[in-house]
């Protein structure tokens, strides 16, 4: 059980267009989810925390209007890098909680490579 | 603000030799600390959670201990075997995950 997917696994795109990567927990409901970035042999960076229903709340120095978060369902949330640029290549990952997110155990996505040419 | 540290940035090692990895956090009011296995471009395995109230946690070769009031963890993998290549990651939950940089183990055959 406690199963999180991201697809796509591996994305390219052309600078200047958008980007979705979709977030869903298969075998249970997820109350929040977060999104994560991980430059390479850096730890891993919180970008923002996504609760079904609400806004997202953004970590300090994340961009809100160019990492759109859409938490939708209690099964998915999505992640839309806007008007991409190389800097933006990177690797996403999200995680994905049943319960209080202070509480309980992340379940953890595969992650998704990001790669703006 | 909470920052965790991981040391040392990498280990090689040869097969059957014990590993111990070590984390460090600043801050000890964490609810607990969970150690994640991370393959290369691959996301993260969650190998070993300790909740605050706890000492350690063992499954198999591995056992992770949490002294919270040095803010120190240690993972501790037997017998290491070149599967357990991968590099480690230390995270601490306060009113966040944060996340060490990792420790890069190579198991040489």
């Known amino acids: 059980g406690a199963v999180v997917s991201q697809h796509p696994s591996r994305v390219i795109c052309k600078s200047g267009t958008s980007v979705k990567i979709e977030c869903r927990s298969l075998d249970f409901q997820a109350t929040t989810m977060f999104w994560y970035r991980q430059f390479p042999k850096k730890s891993l960076m919180l970008m923002a925390t996504?609760?079904?229903?609400?806004?997202?709340?953004?970590e300090q120095g994340v961009e809100k209007d160019k990492f759109l978060i859409n938490h939708a369902s209690l099964t998915l949330s999505t992640l839309t890098v806007t008007s991409a640029h190389p800097e933006d290549s990177s690797f996403y990952i999200c995680?994905?909680?049943?319960?209080?997110?202070?509480?309980?155990?992340?379940?953890f996505g595969p992650g998704t490579r990001l790669t703006v040419t | 603000k909470q920052e965790v540290t991981q040391i040392p940035a990498a280990l090689s090692v040869p097969e059957g030799e014990n590993l111990v990895l070590n984390c460090s956090f600043t801050?000890?009011?964490?609810?607990?600390l969970q150690w994640f296995r991370q393959d290369p471009g691959k996301g993260l395995t969650s190998l070993l959670l300790i909740q605050s109230s706890q000492r350690e946690q063992t499954s198999g070769r591995l056992n992770a201990s949490l002294d919270k009031s040095s803010g120190r963890s240690t993972l501790y993998i037997a017998a290491s075997q070149p599967g357990d290549s991968a590099t480690y990651l230390c995270a601490v939950e306060s009113y966040k995950l944060s996340f060490g940089a990792g420790t890069t183990v190579t198991v040489r055959a």
């Open positions: 801050d000890s009011a964490i609810y607990n």
């Open positions: 995680s994905a909680v049943a319960g209080e997110a202070s509480s309980y155990e992340q379940y």
């Open positions: 996504s609760n079904e229903g609400s806004k997202a709340t953004y």
